[in-house]
């Protein structure tokens, strides 16, 4: 990563922009996607898309590269200083998820050429990828900015755009899953500004650093309980974080494929980044997620979502909605870190953003060429699947083992990290917990391996296997969740950093 | 008609401990809360309780209005005027949570229009738009 970013600092006019990076990061994609609707063509707005995401996935890498040699940037929006201008400020943690949500954002395009032009009428195509680029910026705005407002108002460009992306979906049931989705995501983020609104009442700051040494004095009042209580709330709303996961399952289940794959791997880990930085930056010095018990509200959410998500998956005749439920369960592993806070656990979570985010979309890339293929999820379509698609079967097997948390894949990895997280803190249930519901994950995996392997095709199917351009992003991720799951020191070692550059600022925070 | 007046004064008694209590002694404008909580509850509670998909989208809108309020209302200053430059004014309502709120009116607008427009797909592709008859299709689809 850093040879990266000497990469980069070695090309011309190098100097002039890498200072203004973290804004381009964002101006980018939001000033490039309304080009879209001028553009009409649908190849053409396909390739305008792809140019401008794999150049947001560039900066994010010399990003990280530039976070990993030389520590926090801080970025005043035109030279505004803090707190009265937006800052936004880039440390290990929000360079790992821009690099995540970038890398899934750049390499589901090729997919989402294919995919879409199957799913979606042709003339309405240019508006998924408006759509598609404004759901990017506002994932990478939340991720990079450093005010509590700002916050917001990324936030409800991604929700906009993705409901209207869910929307696109083929079955009419698309638009109520969508219209459900506004609904929770609404309720959310306006619970989310109405805690700011307190914080706001109680500091006169949004600035989150300038929040974070500002709230201390004032965190015995009920106002700021009740804003840390909202944001909590709000954004476990958008996290999809068990009870209030509802929105989810039909969402992904009825969206286009190439939208499931992008907002399955991207939204909820975006979520779940907001949620780390309010509790662990902005509230980090008030001591009020131990002192209100919320670590252990997080602690029990999390494993009774990671039960509840794959226990309720294993009825799933639909594979995609069986996908979903899959996920809620995955966010439940990530809350059970976020719950534990400590260094240790942290890393656990950071590293299953990544490695979720690497597996689900393979997951989901695999049963959407499946879907281009032979035009249905249901179960019982999928018999000898194996057969009639090797390739793409394997794509999901891989990914299940990975969900599964088998050894070689990097579901293994984020499991044990979390097993040895909850081990220091002598939580031996917890690491009992995550190797029971890894159980419930192998009843979910098998049932589909079932079918696609040992049932014999129908007669007269014939083998025919996804095309090229969706084959390839899927083998890659599928590559990805090997090669992760064998060489686990790198992403641990990335985002062992993000948790410290979180948990690191907090006085008396465990290491 | 002093009799009738006598006749109520209990009842305007009650009234007068009813705003002594929202009011609370020493905070003057605690009310204006009160409002906000109750016109957030009022929405919330829409949302939650109606089956109708267009009655739904109200009920957001009064709770994103209610949130609005509670924006404004942080914002006065007691004795503080309109927050613009102009001679002889020193004390003004502050100005900041009036901007913010108007992104966030700006996103409730969006937010609306949005689901007004799906509602309107939603009529077309299930010839309804109350929430039980969906769920019971959708429930139909399942099995």
């Not at chain 1, 002598?426 to 589909?448: D, E, M, N, P, Q």
Request: charged fraction near 10%; charge should be neutral.
């Amino acid at each position: 990563m850093t040879a990266f970013y000497a990469f980069f600092l070695s090309l011309p006019y190098a100097a002039a922009i890498e200072p203004h990076l973290p804004v381009l990061q964002i101006v980018i994609p939001l000033l490039c996607a309304p080009i879209c609707v001028l553009l009409r063509h649908p190849r053409l707005s396909w390739m305008w898309a792809t140019a401008i995401i794999w150049i947001a996935f560039f900066i994010a890498l010399v990003l990280l590269g530039k976070v990993l040699a030389s520590g926090l940037i801080i970025y005043e929006i035109g030279n505004w200083p803090a707190p009265w201008g937006i800052e936004y400020r880039i440390d290990a943690a929000n360079a790992v998820v821009l690099v995540i949500v970038t890398a899934i954002g750049a390499i589901t395009l090729p997919y989402a050429k294919t995919s879409v032009e199957k799913e979606i009428p042709e003339p309405r195509i240019y508006l998924f990828y408006l759509m598609y680029m404004l759901c990017l910026t506002g994932l990478l705005g939340i991720t990079t900015t450093a005010d509590a407002f700002n916050l917001f108002v990324f936030l409800e460009i991604s929700s906009l755009s993705s409901y209207v992306l869910i929307s696109l979906g083929g079955n009419r049931r698309a638009l109520t899953a969508s219209y459900r989705y506004l609904i929770m995501g609404t309720l959310g983020a306006t619970f989310y500004i109405i805690g700011v609104g307190m914080m706001y009442m109680m500091t006169g700051s949004l600035n989150m650093a300038d929040l974070q040494t500002l709230l201390p004095a004032v965190d015995h009042t009920r106002t700021v309980l009740a804003a840390f209580a909202f944001v909590v709330v709000g954004l476990g709303l958008k996290l999809a974080m068990f009870p209030l996961h509802t929105w989810l399952p039909n969402a992904y289940a009825f969206a286009p494929s190439a939208v499931s794959v992008f907002i399955a791997s991207t939204a909820t880990k975006v979520a779940v980044y907001a949620l780390l930085r309010v509790v662990f930056t902005v509230f980090g010095h008030t001591g009020l997620f131990e002192t209100t018990g919320i670590d252990l509200i997080l602690i029990i959410l999390g494993i009774v979502g990671m039960f509840a998500g794959a226990f309720v998956a294993i009825f799933q005749t639909d594979v995609k909605r069986m996908l979903a439920y899959s996920s809620v369960s995955q966010v439940g592993y990530m809350v059970l870190g976020m719950g534990l806070a400590t260094a240790a656990g942290l890393t656990g979570t950071i590293v299953h953003l990544f490695n979720h985010a690497v597996m689900k979309g393979a997951a989901f890339m695999a049963i959407g060429a499946v879907f281009y293929v032979i035009g249905s999820v249901k179960l019982q379509d999928l018999a000898g699947i194996g057969k009639r698609m090797p390739v793409t079967t394997a794509v999901f097997l891989v990914a299940g083992l990975s969900l599964i948390g088998t050894p070689l894949t990097v579901g293994f990895i984020s499991k044990w990290q979390l097993v040895q997280a909850a081990l220091d803190h002598g939580f031996w249930w917890i690491a009992a917990a995550i190797l029971f519901s890894s159980l419930l994950a192998i009843v979910y995996v098998w049932r589909v391996v079932e079918v696609a392997y040992l049932k014999a095709p129908p007669e007269g199917a014939v083998r025919r296997e996804a095309p090229m351009f969706m084959l390839v992003p899927m083998v890659i991720l599928a590559g990805a969740t090997v090669w992760f799951g064998i060489d686990g020191d790198t992403t641990l070692r990335i985002a062992g950093e993000a948790a410290n550059a979180l948990i690191g600022s907090v006085p008396g925070g465990k290491p | 008609m002093q009799g009738i007046v006598d006749a109520f004064q209990p009842l305007y008694d009650l009234w007068l401990s009813f705003e002594a209590f929202m009011v609370g002694p020493a905070s003057p404008g605690l009310l204006g809360y009160w409002i906000v909580i109750g016109l957030m509850m009022t929405g919330f509670y829409i949302v939650i309780a109606h089956d109708n998909l267009v009655k739904k989208i109200v009920g957001l809108n009064v709770f994103q209005v209610s949130v609005f309020l509670f924006y404004i209302l942080m914002a006065k200053v007691s004795g503080g005027t309109a927050p613009i430059l102009a001679e002889g004014i020193s004390v003004y309502s502050n100005p900041l949570p009036h901007v913010l709120i108007l992104t966030a009116i700006v996103v409730g607008v969006a937010t609306t229009a949005l689901g007004l427009a799906l509602v309107v797909r939603i009529r077309n592709a299930y010839n309804t738009i109350e929430d039980d008859e969906i769920l019971a299709v959708e429930e139909e689809e399942d099995r």
